[in-house]
């Protein structure tokens, strides 16, 4: 029953538990996968100068100013066949392909890995062009000078301050975003479940055989919750440990911490737009005392035997508020990057000389095509 969608709408613990927000967490380093947007899973360290035994000098190939690691210079109008990319006179090869295609998952197609590729070469050309590039660069020197871009742009200069405001709106207009600033009462509690049906309750409640279980199991959630009370939990952690222990004479029984919203001095049927419990459960847990354990509640589910463990009040914050903001463009910081890096990588591909050659990649020189393997011509003996 409890909430389990990665926008969890129950409110967060901020006494007991780790700082979270159900935005999205903040990244400690947005690099890794603005890298993984862009091409290839080796990323070589950011250095300046040299360390010995683990970095050498990489001097320019001299086949192209705006790209001095490039290895093999093309055309647009005449490709070789083993190109499968032009990118300022820069190629993508066969063998850039066969580097990169195993690091990513099978459902990722040959030319998604090869516009990666592509959008790997118009950012390391725009950082080289911006005056990052620097001769002491392990191997994949290319890698490693987006890495500084990225750095530099995407993550040192773009902080929460940088998100337009109007990111923050569409972000508010989310119900599981505004529900975290806006919301009825929070109800923690530590529920011990004995359960005869699993899923949607309205299927739950019409299941005969559901129901006449749920009958069945009556006296045992009664015995449960004597057993409970007779020498009450004084914490969370402590009744579902005792629930645990009891499971020889309680086969069936599980515990869980459940929390949602719930305004008690309200309808049922006049709630806010948040996920609710059932209203067997709500109403029942409503007429427990925090830190008590309450008569068992039937639900089309099964018995539950709660224990309130407290009750947070309610919020009613406003958009308008520059600390709701503040929080909400913190919290959609990662993903406000990653897309501006997709969408700066496009910028670039219309202002650069870019082709993609899909003739090349469609005539099997990578991946993808089974070999050819030539019958025998006799049988071993």
Not at 159 to 180: E, F, G, L, N
Request: charged letters at 25%.
């Amino acid at each position: 029953m409890a909430n389990k969608s990665p926008y969890r709408t129950a409110p967060i613990d901020r006494s007991t538990r780790a700082p979270t927000h159900p935005i999205g967490r903040a990244v400690v380093l947005v690099l890794g996968a603005c890298l993984a947007l862009i091409g290839g899973c080796e990323v070589a360290p950011d250095t300046t100068g040299p360390v010995a035994g683990r970095h050498w000098q990489l001097p320019s190939t001299g086949i192209s100013p705006a790209a001095p690691w490039a290895r093999k210079s093309c055309k647009i109008g005449v490709p070789a066949p083993d190109q499968l990319a032009c990118v300022a006179g820069v190629a993508v090869t066969r063998a850039d392909f066969d580097r990169v295609r195993s690091a990513y998952p099978a459902h990722i197609s040959n030319r998604d890995v090869v516009h990666a590729l592509v959008r790997a070469e118009v950012l390391a050309q725009k950082a080289q062009k911006d005056g990052l590039w620097a001769r002491w660069l392990i191997r994949p020197y290319k890698r490693a000078l987006v890495r500084r871009l990225l750095r530099i742009e995407f993550e040192e200069k773009y902080t929460a301050k940088q998100v337009k405001a109007a990111d923050i709106d569409r972000a508010w207009r989310r119900s599981p975003i505004r529900v975290r600033y806006s919301h009825a009462k929070g109800w923690w509690v530590t529920d011990a479940q004995l359960l005869c049906c699993q899923g949607d309750w309205r299927r739950c409640k019409i299941d005969p055989t559901a129901q006449a279980c749920i009958t069945k199991l009556q006296p045992m959630a009664y015995e449960l919750y004597g057993k409970l009370t007779a020498n009450p939990p004084k914490t969370p952690e402590h009744m579902c440990g005792r629930v645990r222990n009891m499971t020889g004479e309680f086969p069936s029984v599980t515990c869980n911490d459940i929390s949602y919203f719930y305004d008690d001095s309200k309808p049922y049927d006049q709630q806010g737009d948040y996920d609710l419990m059932l209203e067997s459960y709500v109403l029942g847990v409503a007429k427990i005392k925090p830190g008590t354990i309450g008569e068992p509640i039937r639900t089309p589910h099964g018995w539950h035997i709660v224990r309130l463990d407290r009750i947070e009040p309610a919020l009613d914050g406003k958009l308008t508020d520059p600390k709701v903001r503040a929080d909400i463009a913190q919290g959609i910081l990662t993903g406000v990057r990653i897309r501006d890096v997709q969408i700066r990588a496009i910028d670039l591909l219309r202002a650069n000389n870019v082709a993609i050659f899909y003739d090349n990649l469609s005539k099997r020189l990578i991946g993808g095509g089974k070999k050819k393997v030539d019958k025998p011509t006799s049988s071993p003996k």
